[in-house]
């Protein structure tokens, strides 16, 4: 699994999951040492931002909410999710399929660094212009 923070401002770097994660570890490695130092770099001239999150356990367990309040991270709390609804997310809705695309377009991996190097690559090369097409679908 991998995790990604997308805006108009920029993109995160890729990072990468372990099976089975928990509160614990999506906040201190997803969030604290991952997702949240690019993001802080990315909007560092904006006050305010808002993380969106999707419905995973681990993103709407009550100490992964906890842990965004100390931070005073302002997020989209999970009650206000739509359902199954795929469709407000840019990640899951436009950007993942053609990602996947690119990084298995004519491509074995024999090893699970070949494809973790290959997604870090592919993910950088996205360009800003497609991401933000999508944020507009």
Same mark, same amino acid.
């Given at each position: 699994?991998?995790?990604?923070?997308?805006?108009?401002?920029? %993109?995160? $770097?890729?990072? &990468?999951?372990?099976?089975?994660?928990?509160?614990?570890? &999506?906040?201190?490695?997803?969030? !604290?040492?991952?997702?949240?130092?690019?993001?802080?770099?990315?909007?560092?001239?904006?006050?305010?931002?808002?993380?969106?999150?999707?419905?995973?356990?681990?993103?709407?367990?009550?100490?992964?909410?906890?842990?965004?309040? %100390?931070?005073?991270?302002?997020?989209? !709390?999970?009650?206000?999710?739509?359902?199954?609804?795929?469709?407000?997310?840019?990640?899951?809705?436009?950007?993942?399929?053609? &990602?996947?695309?690119?990084?298995?377009?004519? $491509?074995? &991996? %024999?090893?699970?660094? !070949?494809?973790?190097?290959?997604?870090?690559? !592919?993910?950088? %090369?996205?360009?800003? $212009?497609?991401?933000?097409?999508?944020?507009?679908?």
């Amino acid at each position: 699994m991998l995790s990604v923070g997308v805006s108009r401002m920029g %993109k995160t $770097r890729v990072v &990468f999951i372990d099976p089975g994660v928990n509160s614990s570890y &999506f906040c201190n490695i997803v969030l !604290e040492k991952g997702l949240l130092p690019d993001i802080r770099a990315i909007c560092r001239h904006y006050r305010w931002w808002t993380l969106q999150q999707d419905g995973a356990p681990a993103h709407t367990a009550r100490t992964t909410m906890d842990y965004l309040k %100390k931070e005073h991270i302002n997020c989209i !709390e999970p009650h206000m999710w739509p359902p199954n609804s795929p469709d407000i997310n840019p990640v899951d809705y436009a950007i993942s399929g053609v &990602f996947q695309q690119r990084v298995y377009h004519q $491509r074995q &991996f %024999k090893t699970l660094d !070949e494809l973790q190097r290959a997604i870090a690559t !592919e993910w950088q %090369k996205l360009s800003q $212009r497609f991401i933000d097409k999508s944020i507009n679908e």
